[in-house]
């Protein structure tokens, strides 16, 4: 049986993402997701490093803004690097296979200020 390597998650986007140009001219989608585990005392927040490769992550880079609700799924790899005070740290980067805006900033807010008491609606895009 082969080997599977496929992380699946949800968070938002600590900042808008990026479209950055590699020395080859490859285009590479790049963002950063916290997700939340646990709660009360035992609360942590994971930060997870996204990329998508090629045109794809350039048609939706414009739709991934800080804030924004996201699930994605995908390759995870891990980095280990010394930092200039000389401690360990270690990044998760995961190479997008599918990723799915599933509420705006403005969304959630406008969901939580609402009288309805159950969740709005809204158009789900799938990538």
């Excluded at 390597?5 to 950055?20: E, H, M, S, Y």
């Excluded at 609360?43 to 992550?57: A, D, N």
Aim: proline share 1%; hydrophobic share 40%; net charge negative.
């Amino acid at each position: 049986m082969a080997d599977l390597n496929r992380f699946c998650f949800t968070g938002r986007l600590t900042a808008d993402a990026v479209i950055k140009t590699l020395p080859k001219g490859t285009k590479l989608m790049e963002a950063s997701v916290a997700v939340n585990t646990g709660f009360g005392d035992y609360k942590k927040t994971l930060f997870i490093r996204v990329q998508m490769w090629g045109e794809r992550g350039e048609k939706v880079v414009h739709l991934f803004k800080k804030g924004n609700l996201v699930a994605a799924d995908g390759e995870v790899s891990k980095q280990e690097w010394t930092a200039k005070d000389g401690t360990t740290r270690v990044d998760f980067t995961v190479d997008v296979m599918n990723m799915q805006l599933l509420a705006s900033k403005q969304q959630s807010t406008n969901d939580s200020d609402s009288d309805a008491g159950g969740a709005a609606e809204s158009d789900e895009l799938v990538f």
